[in-house]
């Protein structure tokens, strides 16, 4: 296995320039991904160590946009004061202590995974990614970036550099995320919501998502209009809501649990 630990983002640009790399952050589902494969299947490709790069760890507010870049571990986000105390309180709620100290945002976000804990948050927030590399730099929304398990649209010579995120006014906001246990547990169904509700109780702004019920995340523009467009919700509204959304829900079988 041959392994790089470049000094700066523009000496990764120019290593992943040369293909066949594959770039590794915090490495907490390293093993768990590669445990079929050989030696021999590990060493064919070089890999990057970029959890160092201090421009890839950044956590900055700019023009009401909160930035967070792909190498900032979880604890560092939990601890940042600039980080709105709600999305503290989603990544608080990923793996143990000891991972979060390692484990990445931007790990979280290229895994792909359906259950990923930071995704409906992410999903819900419609944040965007900034993708780097020697040609251009470019934002693309997260629900673009992310194909299915495991598929993302990341080029060889290509690199997420920070999650973009607009702080919005939203003033209620509600996270569920439901295990076999209360910590350290793989979700078998998470839930993001955050709505704006003006002086007089009524809907103005609302975004729903939903994980690890789907091969990917779960979220539907359409349905958010209408749920705005209704201002108020009866018991009828909520049972049509809830049957739009089951139509969307496709269950998994993995690791975790059977299909339901």
């Known amino acids: 296995m041959v392994a790089s630990i470049p000094n700066n983002l523009s000496e990764v640009i120019e290593i992943l320039k040369t293909?066949?790399?594959?770039?590794v952050a915090g490495a907490t589902d390293f093993m768990v991904k590669n445990k079929k494969k050989s030696r021999d299947e590990l060493s064919k490709k070089r890999y990057i160590l970029?959890?160092?790069i201090e421009d890839l760890k950044?956590?900055?507010?700019?023009e009401n946009k909160l930035k967070i870049g792909a190498c900032a571990t979880c604890s560092e986000i939990i601890d940042s004061p600039i980080?709105?105390?709600f999305i503290k309180d989603v990544i608080e709620t990923m793996a143990s202590p000891a991972i979060r100290n390692t484990a990445t945002l931007g790990g979280n976000i290229c895994n792909a995974s359906p259950v990923g804990d930071s995704l409906p948050l992410l999903y819900a927030l419609e944040a965007k990614l900034l993708i780097a590399?020697?040609?251009?730099?470019?934002?693309?929304p997260i629900?673009?970036?992310i194909k299915g398990p495991g598929k993302i649209i990341l080029e060889e010579y290509e690199l997420l550099k920070e999650i973009v995120i607009n702080l919005s006014d939203f003033n209620k906001i509600y996270f569920k995320k439901v295990g076999t246990r209360n910590s350290i547990a793989l979700a078998k169904l998470s839930f993001f919501g955050m709505a704006k509700l003006n002086e007089n109780n009524e809907i103005e702004n609302i975004k729903l998502s939903f994980g690890a019920v789907a091969p990917t995340i779960v979220k539907n523009k359409d349905l958010e209009q209408k749920i705005v467009?209704?201002?108020?919700?009866?018991?009828d509204h909520v049972e049509k809501i809830l049957t739009n959304y089951r139509e969307l829900i496709k269950?998994?079988?993995?690791?975790?649990?059977?299909?339901?």
């Open 83 to 85: 980080v709105p105390q």
């Open 58 to 62: 950044k956590i900055e507010v700019i």
């Open 50 to 52: 970029i959890s160092s």
């Open 19 to 23: 293909g066949n790399c594959r770039i």
């Open 251 to 260: 269950p998994i079988t993995d690791q975790r649990s059977d299909e339901y």
């Open 133 to 140: 590399s020697n040609k251009e730099e470019k934002l693309i």
């Open 143 to 145: 629900e673009e970036f």
């Open 229 to 235: 467009s209704l201002k108020t919700l009866t018991k």
